[in-house]
């Protein structure tokens, strides 16, 4: 079985892939922007990973996110809900977590299937 490690850096790589899994590093928005920003800006990442290896966002099996404040959760989810692919929702899971650094208010972390 063949691991292709994908845009690896000292700490990670963006794209790992597995036996027809994608593994995406977690994604995050640019800092100082609010967290409808952020969020637009971890789904066009995210968009554009899965891209790279010919999957998208139809094909995502579950995400998880992380939000600095809970507080922020209706604004995300309005982001969200206006990109997920309906009738292709993934299993989720969001919570609240310190991020790397306080300028993050929102990460998302994905794994999803490659297109076959």
């Known amino acids: ?8 850096g000292p700490r990670m790589s963006q794209i ?36 790279e290896v010919g999957s998208d966002k139809a094909k995502i099996l579950s995400c998880t996110i992380w939000l600095a404040d809970m507080a922020d959760f209706d604004a995300m989810n309005a982001v969200w809900d206006a990109w997920v692919a309906q009738g292709h929702t993934p299993a989720r ?3 609240e977590a310190r991020l790397a650094t306080t300028d993050y208010l929102v990460e998302m972390i994905v794994v999803a299937a490659a297109v076959s």
């Open 16 to 51: 790992v892939t597995h036996n027809g899994t994608i593994y995406l590093a977690g994604q995050v928005g640019d800092p100082n922007q609010d967290v409808v920003a952020q969020t637009q800006t971890c789904l066009h990442r995210i968009d554009a990973l899965l891209a």
């Open 1 to 8: 079985m063949t691991i292709t490690r994908m845009r690896p």
């Open 93 to 95: 899971a969001c919570g």
